[in-house]
């Protein structure tokens, strides 16, 4: 399978690692980061909430060593003074919610890098709405790993997510990606624990079906961009891990040829 990356007016290896470009996505063109992840999950779960939260928390702790917080925004925005940054997912304006925004639906397929451990990581976002699901699986078929996200304090779309996650798991099984489902909305004080979320969507049964790719829940919240970074850290882990043991796999194989 080929590289994977876009056509964009973006695609500049010299672009600032926090940034936002419209992309079309095709095969067979230059990787512009070491690992690229998939960000899925129904509308309204808060994946971009979540990518911009990293986003924004690397621009300001890079701002307090650089430039005084008044640079590198996405979408090439300024956000001195905590001013809400703009949005990406759409022409329209973002409402902000004191530092957090509320963004627009995504409408199209976006992409950010932001530096985990001096690798540089593609955060690609996808939109939610039902009718642009069937856009997944050409971004998945490309990316390195998978970020599920899971509106923990909507339990009645939870029947939903589980169809969506183990249709996506199903359909990609040849891909062997490893997964990270992100609990989201942790914040709410009616949200689902990552228990009772892993338990709903029988991450125990869907695990049979991704093996050798691990799969794993992790709680998240778009206030705390810590313990997202945190759970992405066991995503590259499991990406790289796997990588290893493909590798090792195909050596096995070649000697057997012998
Ligand atoms: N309380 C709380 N609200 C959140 C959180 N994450 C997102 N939201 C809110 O949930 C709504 C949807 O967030 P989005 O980030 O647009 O969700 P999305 O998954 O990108 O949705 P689509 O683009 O439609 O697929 C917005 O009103 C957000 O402010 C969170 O961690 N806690
Ligand atoms: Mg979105």
């Known amino acids: 399978m080929g590289g994977c990356t876009s056509t964009t007016a973006a695609e500049d290896p010299a672009a600032p690692t926090a940034s936002t ?3 079309k ?21 808060g994946k971009t909430s979540l990518i911009h ?14 430039d005084g917080g008044t640079s590198g925004a996405p979408g090439g925005e300024t956000a001195a003074s905590g001013a809400a940054p703009a949005p990406s997912s759409s022409d329209e304006p973002a409402a902000s919610v004191g530092r957090a925004i509320v963004p627009p639906p995504t409408s199209t ?19 939610g709405d039902p009718k642009e699901r069937r856009r997944w699986e050409e971004v998945v078929d490309c990316a390195t790993g998978v970020v599920f996200v ?5 339990p009645m779309r939870i029947p939903v997510a589980k169809r969506e996650l183990w249709n996506m798991v199903n359909r990609l099984r040849d891909k062997c ?55 992405l850290k066991w995503l590259l882990t499991a990406v790289v891990s796997l990588a290893s043991l493909k590798k090792a796999e195909g050596e096995m194989d070649d000697l057997a040829d012998f």
């Open 177 to 231: 990606l490893p997964t990270l489902v992100l609990a989201n909305k942790q914040d709410v004080d009616r949200a689902m624990d990552v228990h009772n979320v892993a338990g709903a969507l029988d991450l125990l049964s869907l695990r049979s079906l991704t093996d050798p790719a691990p799969i794993t829940v992790r709680a998240s919240s778009m206030f705390n961009p810590t313990d997202t970074k945190q759970a």
């Open 109 to 127: 397929i976006l992409s950010n890098v932001v530096l985990i451990e001096d690798e540089r990581i593609e955060l690609i976002d996808l939109p």
């Open 53 to 66: 939260s990293l986003v924004y928390s690397q621009h300001y702790s890079s701002d307090a060593a650089s």
């Open 150 to 154: 899971v509106d923990s304090a909507d």
């Open 21 to 23: 470009s419209q992309r």
């Open 25 to 45: 996505w095709t095969r067979n063109s230059k990787k512009r980061a070491d690992f690229q992840l998939a960000f899925l999950g129904l509308d309204q779960g």
